[in-house]
């Protein structure tokens, strides 16, 4: 199983995520759903890192990015030969020309 490491950027947008949804949406019930959904996610990206699809872009990146859906969410995530870094959680219908890679 390989060592889950969030970047703070992934920790911001989670939280914002969430936040956005309890909050403002009034909704604190599809905020745990939400959370849940992310947590199972997490454990299987532990688990089966390679297991979903490539993240493709004409912009040159450093490192191989994978992504997978979480409800109207999706999170990016690269794989190391020791651990996987969650790099971003964003919408869905978000512009994602800019920031994934960060």
């Known amino acids: 199983m390989h060592k889950i490491v969030y970047l703070p950027l992934a920790e911001s947008d989670l939280m914002e995520a969430l936040d956005y949804i309890a909050t403002k949406l009034d909704a604190p019930q599809a905020a745990r759903n939400l959370l849940a959904a992310f947590d199972d996610t997490v454990r299987s990206i532990a688990q089966f890192p390679y297991a979903y699809e490539l993240y493709r872009t004409d912009r040159p990146m450093r490192d191989e990015i994978r992504k997978v859906p979480v ?20 919408h869905g219908r978000r512009d994602r020309s800019k920031g994934i890679e960060e």
């Not at 409800?71 to 964003?90: G, T």
């Open 71 to 90: 409800k109207n969410y999706v999170l990016y995530y690269a794989v190391y030969q020791d651990r996987v870094e969650i790099r971003r959680f964003i």
